[in-house]
């Protein structure tokens, strides 16, 4: 199997010079699955087929146990027998491209023999009890945590419901999250072989989910190539022009980054410290970050420098001679080996200059950081066998509660909010959100305990994450000794001693929803205020509807609020006329929706769309629903919300392909650029409610939108 990754976009190879760390062995599919169909070798001897497998695994594991790669092997193959894959290849051949990517890194023997299975149950006749009774019980739950539900018995929360079988399965073992990540790797090299379309959307859950998994489990040997392969199916210009600037930079006779290597290995030299000096070529995502950042690239641009030592004393022996010795440049210094970031990675990043201008980053780590930077999770084999079982065969049994010392905070927070998510697609969305923050801070407690948060969290988001929702007695706090509002934003360090109240009727408050940044904390102050009558939170967003006062001929009409609302003849209730009426901020309602109302406070009916998740729960809480009826107005406000990447003059392209489509803007917000991603919010007025499906098929056209939804579809989420 080829390293190489197809561009499907341009059915040429894309040549990740750039993102390669070693140079891997050229493989070819045809012929493994020439021996494949050879079918398995005779009993004991370990077939053709898994050769390159088997290399790779005594590299990392020269005393492993290879039995069970073979009887996994053998199981496979014969379960797999006369299925293909649309490349034509034998389907045999995607287990193995999938477990020799995971023995490449360092996987352990079980993790190696379960990916070999991991298409077994979900695509042959073999069931999880015959992998249970053949190859264990951790083996049979790896298997399964990867097999994907069924679409006929969850429809379109298949994919959705899956995702969350798989990190309930992960909280448990992150291998099992191992074997996805290198499954879809595995999937997105040869994804040309797929229709336009299905490329883009697997393109977008690989971006939106599996990426960021993969670098909060710190493997960047996957993030880096799945990154590439997305940004050449949905960026396929920008991907071509970032090709031809590293083929650009190639060509050049001089490189200032192997001068600047060479001048560094003299200096350790010198200083009689034992190291190897790489130069590190940037992968092609990695270079047009760095173009956009900076404009014009210059040689120095296109990659770092990475110096490997023995001991962590070593790397700081480094630091001092290059600091000593060549020109620091100060700003970029970081210690994530004093403060390893929250997925296991560790290194010390500087940057020296010369004369010329150029600036070289460096990344200073021992062989040991390294081999975890690249493989994260991976490189820690089993991380629930003690030392001396940990190259047990993998036909063992796991009767003791597993225990994951390695669970880091984000993924126990991830687990805590999706029990709460009320349905797939507000488990679907929130999912997305939280994994698109990238950057986690350590706040410490008064006890010596720590929280691990996402980057802008508040003393709210602490408090859901310390007490659950004992929380919403919580009354204030004391950050860094001092007293402190639940709004105020923590930094990395920080020390929070949250103050809890002793009356029993303490509550959240609706504000609360402002400063609450995880998922976790939103979606249990959304629970607890909608299960009180006339504090729901989607209700405080949509003002009673009252009528307008005239507006002289000429004048600029006031834009109204952002939630959705049209004039109460609109909207009739059944045993109440004339009721005030508003309809609902988290589904927007629009004529032809099947709707039902409920009453709050001042005897005004809100108007949600049955659908609505605010519905289930109101009713749960023992709220009676009201019939409401549409009247004749067919005009219709509603609330939509726009996901792009950040471009120049997007907001303009967008606003008039919504002003192509008749749809009139009577608000609008842009919440600024997180990760180069921009979520857009229009409040906008149609004539006709059946012309939205082709306004947001309009707005999806636009380049650079890569989602739009009603506001019922992000509510929870935001």
Not at 130 to 145: K, P
Request: one cysteine or more; aromatic letters at 4%; proline letters at 7%.
């Amino acid at each position: 199997m080829s390293a190489e990754a197809t561009n499907p976009a341009t059915a040429g190879p894309v040549v990740p010079a750039a993102s390669r760390r070693r140079s891997r062995p050229r493989i070819d599919l045809r012929r493994l699955g020439r021996a494949a169909l050879l079918g398995p070798a005779s009993r004991g001897r370990l077939p053709d087929a898994i050769g390159h497998v088997v290399d790779a695994h005594r590299a990392h594991h020269p005393d492993a146990d290879l039995e069970p790669l073979r009887r996994a092997y053998v199981l496979a193959e014969s379960s797999h027998r006369g299925q293909m894959r649309k490349s034509g290849e034998p389907y045999i051949t995607h287990p193995l491209a999938v477990t020799l990517i995971l023995a490449e890194l360092g996987a352990e023997t079980t993790t190696l023999t379960a990916s070999l299975l991991h298409d077994t149950v979900e695509d042959t006749d073999v069931t999880l009890d015959q992998v249970g009774e053949q190859f264990g019980e951790e083996v049979r739950y790896l298997v399964d945590g990867v097999t994907k539900l069924e679409k006929v018995d969850y429809g379109a929360a298949a994919e959705p419901e899956t995702f969350r079988k798989m990190l309930v399965a992960t909280g448990n073992d992150v291998r099992v999250m191992s074997i996805k990540l290198a499954d879809r790797l595995h999937n997105m090299r040869t994804l040309g072989v797929m229709r336009p379309e299905k490329q883009a959307r697997i393109a977008k859950v690989t971006r939106d989910v599996l990426i960021p998994l993969a670098e909060r489990l710190g493997v960047q040997a996957l993030k880096t190539e799945l990154e590439d392969l997305v940004f050449a199916i949905l960026h396929p210009e920008e991907y071509e022009h970032t090709r031809e600037l590293i083929v650009e930079n190639a060509s050049r006779d001089d490189d200032p980054l192997a001068e600047f290597a060479e001048a560094m290995r003299a200096v350790l030299r010198d200083a009689d410290i034992q190291a190897e000096v790489l130069i590190r070529p940037r992968h092609f995502v990695s270079v047009h970050r760095v173009s956009r950042k900076r404009g014009r690239l210059r040689g120095c641009d296109f990659g770092r420098l990475l110096v490997l030592v023995n001991e962590d004393a070593d790397c700081y022996a480094v630091l001092g001679e290059l600091h000593t010795c060549m020109t620091p440049v100060v700003s970029e210094f970081k210690d994530f080996i004093a403060v390893p970031k929250f997925n296991l990675y560790q290194s010390l990043h500087t940057a020296v200059a010369r004369e010329d201008g150029q600036v070289a980053e460096v990344l200073i780590r021992t062989h040991q950081m390294h081999k975890v930077a690249e493989a994260g999770v991976v490189a820690l084999g089993n991380p629930y066998a003690s030392p001396s079982d940990e190259h047990s065969a993998a036909g063992g049994t796991a009767d003791e509660e597993r225990v994951d010392p390695t669970r880091p905070g984000w993924l126990s927070r991830l687990l805590d909010w999706q029990e709460a998510a009320p349905d797939p697609d507000t488990f679907w969305s929130t999912l997305r959100e939280d994994l698109a923050q990238d950057r986690e801070i350590t706040v410490f407690r008064p006890d010596g305990g720590t929280l691990g948060l996402p980057e802008g969290a508040s003393c709210v988001d602490a408090a859901y994450a310390q007490y659950g929702e004992d929380a919403h007695a919580c009354i204030g706090a004391r950050v860094n000794g001092r007293l402190a509002t639940l709004s105020t934003v923590l930094r990395d360090g920080d020390t929070v001693q949250l103050l809890m109240g002793q009356d029993p009727a303490s509550e959240p408050s609706m504000e609360w929803l402002e400063h609450a940044r995880t998922p976790a904390a939103r979606i249990a102050i959304q629970r607890w205020l909608a299960t009180r009558p006339g504090t729901h939170e989607e209700e405080a967003a949509a003002p009673p509807v009252a009528a307008e006062p005239p507006v002289p001929e000429g004048a600029a009409r006031p834009a109204p609020p952002t939630a959705a609302r049209r004039p109460s003849a609109a909207i009739t209730v059944v045993d109440r006329p004339g009721a005030t009426v508003r309809l609902a901020g988290c589904c927007t309602p629009v004529p032809s929706d099947e709707v039902t109302g409920f009453a709050v406070r001042g005897g005004v009916v809100t108007v949600h769309r049955v659908q609505c998740a605010a519905v289930a729960r109101m009713t749960d809480a023992g709220r009676a629903p009201i019939d409401v009826r549409w009247g004749d107005t067919t005009e219709c406000r509603v609330t939509l919300v726009a996901e792009s990447f950040g471009r120049p003059h997007l907001l303009a392209d967008l606003t008039e392909a919504m002003a192509m489509e008749g749809a009139e803007i009577v608000s609008a917000t842009v919440e600024p650029p997180s990760q180069q991603r921009v979520r857009h919010t229009y409040t906008v007025l149609l004539p006709d409610a059946a012309h939205l499906p082709v306004l947001m098929r309009a707005m999806r056209n636009v380049p650079g939108v890569y989602d739009v939804g009603r506001a019922q579809d992000h509510a929870s989420a935001s």
